[in-house]
């Protein structure tokens, strides 16, 4: 596997369908090719310099799957949304990875972080189809669909966390 991926022919992304059928009008150049590997190669570089080699994050996954292990027998058999589970599983191997920490599970600080960035996403959905019809955007505020205040205020503050 390892092998594979040093390859150029698997260091490219795969095509995304709505890119690829405005591909004569929207410039790709920035998520393939060469600037592309560039990107991966320094960002792959500055992590390796950062400390984050294949063990260290190995050792944050195999925190979070003991985690996960157990939250899962808490349960004793009985159904579980998934995503109750796995979210905070995924906001802490990042956290892991940005903040050099994890949060535990019923941290006030990851219940707030998870949710401003659940939020986030359901704001980027709002507003995704602007891009393809720009024309549209003065109708749908009169509207109030697409709250650009409301995500404006999620993204600062996640930015301020982030600090």
């Not at 892991?96 to 949710?115: A, C, I, M, N, T």
Request: proline share 4%; aromatic share 10%; net charge positive.
């Amino acid at each position: 596997m390892k092998e594979a991926f040093a390859k150029d022919a698997f260091m490219g992304r795969s095509p995304d369908l709505p890119l690829e059928l405005g591909r004569e009008t929207i410039e790709t150049g920035a998520f393939n090719g060469t600037s592309w590997k560039e990107q991966r190669r320094f960002s792959l570089h500055m992590f390796r310099d950062l400390g984050f080699g294949k063990t260290r994050m190995e050792e944050h996954i195999k925190e979070e799957i003991l985690e996960i292990l157990e939250r899962i027998s808490d349960q004793e058999g009985k159904p579980v949304k998934h995503a109750y589970i796995l979210a905070p599983s995924m906001s802490n191997n990042i956290a892991s990875l940005v903040f050099g920490k994890r949060l535990k599970y019923d941290d006030p600080e990851r219940e707030r972080l998870d949710h401003l960035v659940g939020e986030l996403g359901r704001l980027l959905r709002s507003v995704s189809w602007q891009p393809f019809f720009p024309w549209l955007r003065a109708v749908m505020s009169t509207f109030n669909v697409g709250d650009k205040g409301r995500l404006l205020r999620v993204m600062r503050e996640i930015k301020n966390y982030c600090r």
